[in-house]
């Protein structure tokens, strides 16, 4: 059993920035193809981010594109989710996810961490 704990949310002012660190135990993080999500207060949950098991692949939503950059340190079993220049639309609970080999969809979530950006 993964699990992933999140951390690094906050309050920002709109042009900030912001890093999320997700730290996974159990089964080495390098097992799996490393994500994050966001939820929008009324919204659906959607895809920001992901990075595959070396760190030699990422993939981005568009409305992120060019602001938000996805890593990962195996070695720390730890992946990260720097956010610049923040807009109030990137207001959210943000989820990190992992994903093994032969799955659709992400095999474990974490708790999600908060943030909020004002305008």
């Known amino acids: 059993q993964e699990q992933l704990v999140e951390s690094g949310g906050g309050l920002v002012q709109a042009g900030g920035s912001l890093r999320l660190s997700c730290a996974a135990s159990?089964?080495?993080?390098?097992?799996?193809?490393m994500g994050w999500y966001r939820q929008a207060p009324a919204k659906e949950r959607e895809f920001v981010a992901s990075?595959?098991?070396?760190?030699?692949?990422?993939s981005y939503a568009d409305s992120v594109k060019g602001r938000f950059t996805i890593s990962r340190d195996n070695a720390q079993n730890t992946v990260y989710l720097q956010m610049n220049s923040l807009k109030p639309e990137d207001t959210a609970v943000y989820y990190c996810?992992?994903?093994?080999?032969?799955?659709?969809?992400?095999?474990?979530w974490g708790q999600g961490t908060q943030v909020i950006v004002s305008s």
């Open positions: 990075i595959s098991r070396s760190g030699g692949s990422t």
């Open positions: 159990g089964r080495t993080v390098s097992t799996y193809r």
């Open positions: 996810t992992a994903k093994g080999p032969a799955a659709i969809r992400p095999d474990y």
